[in-house]
C-alpha cells in the first residue's frame, strides 16, 4: 500500500447557530490512498459535504487536522499552500449553481490557467482549454467554448465543472454529489468519465454521493465510508460493505433501498428501525448517536458510551465499525418487535 | 398488487399539449392515451423536460397558462357516470379536484401554508369542498395521519416548520386523500427525501394504497420507485409514451429501446459488479422534435427508416405496448447480454 495522499485525524468541525455550536463533524479518521476509489456516503446532513469541504481547504477543522502528503495543512505556507490548492480541487453538486452565468465556457477554464500560470500566452491557455474541453467529452470543441452556461444541458455544465476542475492538473478531486442532477440516462456515462480520467490523469477520486447504488457502482474496487449524524460509522472495502454490512445503520440503510427489480425490491426485507425520527445535532442522543433508533439497542451499553471506528473483535476483512455491541464481538439480534 | 376489480376511473385519449412560446410551439405532449383501472398504480417514467409532468397537470386542468390542448379527451368514471375532463365547468372543476382526482405536488414538503397550523389547512380544504362539520373532518384526519405512521395529536395541532420533511411529505399524503378521491397524482413522491424516509413514505403509500383503494399516478425518474410500486408502467420520451405494460413487462421484457436504455444505465445494490451503459446524447428540443422517431438520435438500433417514420405504439403480445421498428433486434440483445 503507498501512503496515503490525504489523512484526517480526529476532524472536528463545528457550526454555530445562534449561539448554539452545533457539532457537524465529530472525530473523523480515515485516510485516502492514492488512486484508490473512495466513496463517502450518507444522508442528508450526515457531515459529507463538510468533510468534502475540509479535505479541499475550503473549511478549517475546529479541531484535529487534514494532512496531504503527510503535511498538515493548516501549516502549509506560501507557495507549499498554494500547491496544495492547485492539488485538491472539488466539483460542486448543482451545476447551475457553481457555473458564473456571466462567463463563457473559455473564461471559467482560461482563468485558473493564466492565475497559476499553468499555460502561457494566448495561444498556451487556448490550446490548453482546447485539451481539457476534449477530455470532458464536449466536442466538437467549436461547439461549446463560447458558450455560456445557459445554453448548456446540465450534464454539459457539469462535464464543464469537471473540466474547471481538471485546469491546475490536481491529484485529488472531491466529487461531492457531482452526477446528482443529471438525469439518469447520462449519469453513468458521466461518471464512468470520471473513472477513465482517473486513470488517464492520474488523479485520485473521492466521490461523495448519499446513492448507494451509484457508490457501489463507482468504488467496486475501492472503500465506502458511510456517515451517520457527523461520524463515520463503517468504513471498509465497498465489496464487503454491501455485501455483508456490519453496523446496524448500514444494514438499515441496505435494507432500506428500493433496487430497480420488481421481484427483487418486493421480496425485499426491510430491518424496521425503533424510532424514524432523525435526531437533531444540537441534542445529540448520549451515547451512539444512533442508538435511539437502532434496532439491535443493548440499553445500558449503547447509550452509555461513544462507539470508536474500529475493526471489530472477530471480524476480518479491513472493515472498520463504530458500534458497542460489535465491539465487545456480540452478534447482533433483532428485538422482537 | 393487481387491480381486483378491473373498473376504469380514467380514459386518456389522444391527448396532445403544446406550450405556446417565443420561440415557438414546444410539443410537450403528443397523442398520448392510457387507461386507468381503480385500485391500480401507474408509473408515468422518463427523464426531466420528457413531459411525465404535463401529462399529470392536464389530467386535473392544471396547465400553465400558455399550454393549449390540441387534441384528445380525458374520461373520468365514477358510479356509472362519465365526464370529460377537458370540458368541466369551473364549478365542476373545483368539486373534481381532490375530491375525485387530488395531485400531491413535486417538492411537496413547501406545499404548505406556513402560518397556518396543520388542523386549519385540514379544515380549510374540506370547508371549500362543502364539509363543514370540524369534528367530522378532524377525526378523518386523525385516522388518515395514524395511518401515515404519524402521532395524529400531535401533528395535527402543529405548524409546518415543527415538522420534518418526511413528516411533513406524510402529511400531505393524509391531506391529499381527505375527500376520498378516487385518483391519487404524485409527482415525484420521494425525490429530495433520505433514504430512510423514502422507505417509510413506499410503506405509507402501500398501506394507504390498500385500506383506501385509490388508483395512483406517479411520476418519477427513480427506476426502482416504479418497480416497487407500479402495476403498470408507461415510459415518456420526448412527450410521447413509447412503452406501456405491466411492471414485469417494462422490467424484464423491455421493447423500447430508450426503456432498456433507462434499465441498463441504473445501477443496483443487489446485482454483483453492475455493467452499466448510459444512453448517448441528450433528450430532445421539443420545438423541433426529431423526424420519424423522436428516440433515433441516441438510439443504437436506429436505421434509416427510424427517422423517416414514426412507429406506432402498438401491441404484439398481451397488454405490453411499445412503438419501435426494432424490437426483434432488442430482444435478441437482451438475451446475448443476459447470457
Redesign the interface.
Known amino acids: 500500500m503507498t501512503a496515503p495522499i490525504i489523512e484526517l485525524k480526529n476532524v472536528y468541525r463545528q457550526f454555530k447557530k445562534g449561539r448554539e455550536p452545533v457539532p457537524v463533524l465529530q472525530d473523523i479518521n480515515f485516510s485516502v490512498n492514492k488512486l484508490e476509489f473512495l466513496c463517502l456516503v450518507g444522508?442528508?446532513g450526515c457531515g459529507k459535504t463538510t468533510t468534502g469541504k475540509i479535505i479541499c481547504g475550503l473549511l478549517p477543522p475546529s479541531s484535529g487536522a487534514v494532512e496531504f502528503e503527510g503535511r498538515d495543512i493548516a501549516q502549509l505556507k506560501g507557495a507549499d499552500y498554494r500547491r496544495f490548492r492547485r492539488a485538491v480541487q472539488i466539483i460542486h453538486q448543482d451545476p447551475y449553481a457553481s457555473l458564473n452565468p456571466t462567463q463563457t465556457v473559455f473564461d471559467m477554464l482560461s482563468y485558473p490557467l493564466s492565475a497559476h500560470k499553468l499555460a502561457r500566452g494566448r495561444r498556451g491557455i487556448a490550446q490548453r482549454v482546447r485539451d481539457l474541453l476534449d477530455l470532458v467529452d464536449l466536442t466538437p470543441v467549436e461547439d461549446f467554448i463560447d458558450k455560456y452556461p445557459h445554453q448548456l444541458?446540465g450534464?454539459?455544465r457539469q462535464r464543464v465543472s469537471i473540466a474547471r476542475a481538471l485546469t491546475t492538473e490536481p491529484a485529488v478531486i472531491i466529487a461531492d454529489e457531482a452526477v446528482s442532477m443529471v438525469?439518469?440516462?447520462?449519469?453513468?456515462?458521466?461518471l464512468?468519465m470520471m473513472m477513465d480520467l482517473r486513470d488517464r490523469l492520474d488523479v485520485t477520486i473521492v466521490f461523495i454521493t448519499?446513492?448507494?447504488?451509484?457508490a457501489?457502482?463507482f468504488a467496486?474496487e475501492g472503500r465506502i465510508g458511510v456517515m451517520y449524524l457527523g461520524r463515520l460509522v463503517e468504513l471498509g472495502p465497498t465489496q464487503r460493505l454491501?455485501g455483508s454490512p456490519q453496523h446496524p445503520y448500514t444494514r438499515?440503510?441496505?435494507s432500506?433501498?428500493?433496487?430497480?427489480?420488481?421481484?427483487?425490491?418486493?421480496n425485499k426485507e426491510?430491518i424496521k428501525?425503533r424510532s424514524?425520527?432523525?435526531p437533531r445535532l444540537t441534542d445529540l442522543p448520549a451515547g451512539c448517536t444512533f442508538h435511539p433508533r437502532c434496532p439491535w439497542y443493548e440499553e445500558g451499553l449503547c447509550d452509555s458510551a461513544v462507539p470508536e471506528l474500529l475493526i471489530p473483535r472477530g471480524l476480518d476483512g479491513g472493515v472498520k465499525v463504530a458500534c458497542l455491541p460489535l465491539e465487545h464481538g456480540k452478534e447482533l439480534k433483532l428485538h422482537e418487535s | 398488487m393487481a387491480a381486483k376489480r378491473q373498473e376504469t376511473v380514467l380514459e386518456v385519449d389522444d391527448l396532445s399539449i403544446v406550450y405556446r412560446t417565443k420561440r415557438g410551439d414546444v410539443k410537450a405532449t403528443n397523442h398520448v392515451s392510457f387507461s386507468l383501472k381503480q385500485g391500480e398504480a401507474m408509473a408515468l417514467i422518463g427523464?426531466?423536460g420528457s413531459g411525465k409532468t404535463t401529462i399529470s397537470l392536464a389530467l386535473i386542468r392544471k396547465l400553465p397558462k400558455n399550454a393549449v390542448i390540441t387534441s384528445g379527451s380525458i374520461e373520468y368514471r365514477h358510479n356509472g357516470e362519465i365526464q370529460d375532463v377537458l370540458r368541466l365547468s369551473k364549478r365542476q372543476l373545483r368539486a373534481f379536484r381532490w375530491k375525485d382526482c387530488a395531485m400531491v405536488f413535486q417538492g411537496a414538503q413547501n406545499a404548505f401554508n406556513p402560518v397556518l397550523k396543520i388542523h386549519k389547512q385540514f379544515e380549510d380544504t374540506a370547508r371549500s369542498h362543502g364539509w363543514t362539520d370540524k369534528q367530522a373532518v378532524r377525526e378523518r384526519a386523525l385516522n388518515l395521519l395514524e395511518l401515515v405512521?404519524l402521532d395524529p395529536e400531535r401533528v395535527y395541532d402543529s405548524y409546518p416548520h415543527e415538522l420534518?420533511g418526511?413528516m411533513k411529505q406524510r402529511t400531505l399524503l393524509a391531506l391529499g386523500v381527505l375527500l376520498n378521491p378516487q385518483i391519487v397524482i404524485l409527482d415525484e413522491p420521494t425525490t429530495a427525501l433520505?433514504?430512510?424516509?423514502?422507505?417509510?413514505i413506499?410503506?405509507v403509500l402501500n398501506d394507504m394504497q390498500r385500506q383506501l383503494h385509490f388508483s395512483i399516478i406517479f411520476i418519477s425518474?427513480?427506476?426502482?420507485?416504479a418497480?416497487?410500486m407500479a402495476d403498470t408502467v408507461a415510459t415518456v420520451y420526448a412527450g410521447e409514451i413509447v412503452e406501456m405494460g405491466g411492471?414485469?413487462d417494462i422490467?424484464?421484457q423491455s421493447l423500447h429501446p430508450y426503456t432498456y436504455?433507462?434499465?441498463t444505465?441504473?445501477?443496483?445494490?443487489?446485482q454483483e459488479?453492475?455493467l452499466?451503459?448510459?444512453?448517448?446524447g441528450?433528450?430532445p428540443n421539443l420545438i423541433h422534435p426529431p423526424s420519424g422517431c423522436k428516440f433515433h438520435p441516441r438510439c443504437a438500433f436506429a436505421t434509416a427508416a427510424c427517422s423517416q417514420d414514426e412507429p406506432p405504439l402498438i401491441q404484439d403480445f398481451g397488454a405490453h405496448l411499445a412503438a419501435c421498428w426494432h424490437k426483434k433486434a432488442l430482444a435478441e440483445s437482451r438475451e446475448e447480454r443476459v447470457s
Do not use: M
Not at chain 1, 448519499?210 to 451509484?214: I, N, T, V
Not at chain 2, 433520505?194 to 417509510?200: C, G, K, M, V
Open positions: 444522508e442528508s444541458s450534464g454539459q438525469d439518469v440516462s447520462i449519469r453513468i456515462g458521466l464512468q448519499h446513492d448507494l447504488a451509484l457501489k457502482y467496486w454491501i438499515v440503510l441496505l432500506a433501498i428500493p433496487e430497480p427489480d420488481p421481484e427483487k425490491t418486493r426491510h428501525l424514524e425520527d432523525i | 427523464e426531466s405512521r420534518s418526511g433520505d433514504i430512510l424516509t423514502q422507505r417509510a413506499i410503506d425518474h427513480d427506476l426502482s420507485l418497480a416497487e411492471v414485469n422490467f424484464y436504455g433507462l434499465l444505465s441504473v445501477p443496483t445494490l443487489a459488479q453492475d452499466l451503459q448510459s444512453i448517448p441528450s433528450p
